[in-house]
């Protein structure tokens, strides 16, 4: 079963206007992480926020974290056209193998 | 980085049989993970393999479907077995980045149709 619930589910944006998409959890987490997938293709990791981080930057991606809340945010600034894909947030649990669970993600189409 | 290749690309198979899809990494590692992602879904872990031992599956899969092998460091198979439309998705395989907390490397994924 899904550890991650996100919204939109689908967000449709202007190139250059900023995108921001939200995940929920469930449990206690190691970390957390962000995916992006291009057209049903292989995900490519974005960026991981540890579980005692609250934010955390990568080039035009900011991710916060919230663990009270059990939520995390994606923002991505200054959108491209190139940016068009879905958006998947997975959590690591502690213990054991590091098994990661992904959220059912948030699908952006950024028009040009 | 790890580079995942996946075979094949995609297929179009029959009710009944089965398909064996490969995944091969340029680089040893220890944990390889098979994933299914249904149309429009995300992506649910079907099982864990191991070199040498049995794999570890997850809630809702079994051997006797999915029967994976892992012969060695770099390569392991899925199986497809007695196929039914509902088999029909996205299959990926990944493995963990090493030193990591959890990243995961992925291949290009099997797109899988079945009539």
């Known amino acids: 079963s899904q550890q991650g619930e996100e919204d939109p589910q689908a967000l449709s944006i202007q190139e250059g206007e900023n995108a921001t998409m939200n995940c929920s959890y469930k449990?206690?987490?190691?970390?957390l992480q962000w995916y992006r997938q291009n057209s049903g293709r292989g995900l490519v990791h974005l960026i991981l926020?540890?579980?005692?981080?609250r934010e955390k930057h990568s080039g035009r991606l900011r991710v916060t974290l919230d663990t009270s809340k059990k939520s995390s945010s994606l923002l991505i600034t200054a959108s491209r056209a190139a940016d068009t894909a879905s958006y998947f947030c997975?959590?690591?649990?502690?213990?054991?193998?590091?098994?990661?669970?992904f959220g059912t993600g948030t699908k952006l189409q950024v028009i040009p | 980085s790890a580079v995942i290749s996946q075979k094949p690309s995609r297929d179009i198979c029959q009710r009944g049989t089965s398909l064996t899809i490969q995944c091969q990494v340029d680089?040893?590692?220890?944990?390889m993970f098979w994933y299914r992602q249904q149309p429009g879904q995300s992506l649910t872990l079907i099982a864990t393999a191991n070199q040498g031992s049995e794999a570890t599956y997850e809630s809702g899969f079994v051997i006797d479907k999915f029967p994976i092998s892992r012969p060695n460091l770099t390569f392991s198979t899925l199986t497809v077995s007695n196929m039914s439309p509902e088999d029909s998705s996205i299959y990926l395989c990944?493995?963990?980045?090493?030193?990591?907390?959890?990243?995961?490397?992925f291949g290009p994924g099997t797109r899988l149709t079945v009539t």
């Open positions: 680089s040893q590692v220890t944990m």
């Open positions: 926020i540890r579980s005692n981080e």
């Open positions: 997975a959590t690591v649990t502690s213990g054991g193998y590091q098994k990661v669970t």
């Open positions: 449990t206690s987490i190691n970390n």
């Open positions: 990944s493995v963990g980045k090493t030193g990591t907390l959890g990243e995961q490397y």
